[in-house]
């Protein structure tokens, strides 16, 4: 029923979690970003941001056509609308699972995925920007500590897509240099989270290899290409 362009990167695993979670019958179609599969016209037709992961809901709820949903932010909330589970129905619930999927959004996934790119991948080290972004995964962590440590057990509440949306950003905690000791509400909510069987199941399709950046991977990942197609147009 569902069609799902995938990679194995933190947003691709919000989205295989939620779907598992779900129990919605899924195919996965691999996308190569390091191969720039990422830019292929038929990819681009759903996704146009030229990001995974993007899906096509082949059966979707007003019994039309195909729908296609691109940004993982939009793609938890538009399963969460389609099955009614995940995302409460009252106002303030909702309210405060589509601010924490919004603070994921904008912020935790943002700011890790920079600071990740210059502490690990950038060919050149700038001590200024490493800095810079590690300072500010470190207050994210914090302020998603404190938000565990006013409700005790998920993020919004109860288990939602707030939770779905954040976690699989802290799965790159070790890689990027932090530990969790010093986070102790994150350290009890990972736990749990991540002993979820659905939340196993999701982060195990499609392992990620780790493999040396080559100059093609590079310009794929991490924007030349899409400079240079930009140019070309």
């Given at each position: 029923m569902i069609n799902l362009y995938y990679a194995p990167t933190p947003n691709g695993w919000k989205i295989s979690i939620m779907l598992e979670e779900l129990g919605l019958p899924y195919t996965v179609i691999p996308v190569d970003i390091r191969a720039g599969e990422q830019f292929r016209p038929e990819f681009l037709a759903i996704s146009p941001n030229n990001r995974i992961p993007a899906i096509v809901?082949?059966?979707?709820?007003?019994?039309?056509?195909?729908?296609?949903?691109?940004?993982?932010?939009?793609?938890?909330?538009?399963?969460?609308?389609?099955?009614?589970?995940?995302?409460?129905?009252?106002?303030?619930?909702?309210?405060?699972?589509?601010?924490?999927?919004?603070?994921?959004?904008?912020?935790?996934?943002?700011?890790?995925?920079?600071?990740?790119?210059?502490?690990?991948?950038?060919?050149?080290?700038?001590?200024?920007?490493?800095?810079?972004?590690?300072d500010e995964a470190a207050r994210l962590y914090r302020v998603l500590d404190t938000q565990l440590g006013k409700t005790g057990a998920y993020v919004a509440g109860d288990y939602s897509i707030a939770d779905i949306a954040c976690f699989p950003w802290t799965m790159t905690h070790k890689a990027q240099g932090f530990t969790l000791d010093g986070y102790p509400n994150i350290k009890r909510w990972y736990a749990v989270v991540r002993a979820r069987h659905q939340v196993q199941a999701g982060l195990a399709i499609g392992k990620f290899v780790k493999e040396p950046f080559d100059e093609e991977a590079r310009k794929n990942m991490f924007g030349q290409r899409a400079k240079e197609m930009a140019k070309q147009k």
């Open positions: 809901d082949r059966a979707p709820a007003d019994g039309g056509e195909p729908f296609s949903v691109f940004e993982t932010g939009a793609i938890l909330i538009y399963f969460a609308e389609k099955t009614g589970r995940f995302l409460p129905k009252d106002m303030r619930g909702r309210s405060q699972v589509v601010q924490w999927v919004m603070w994921q959004m904008g912020g935790l996934g943002p700011m890790l995925g920079q600071h990740g790119h210059f502490a690990l991948y950038a060919a050149e080290k700038i001590p200024y920007a490493i800095e810079r972004y590690r």
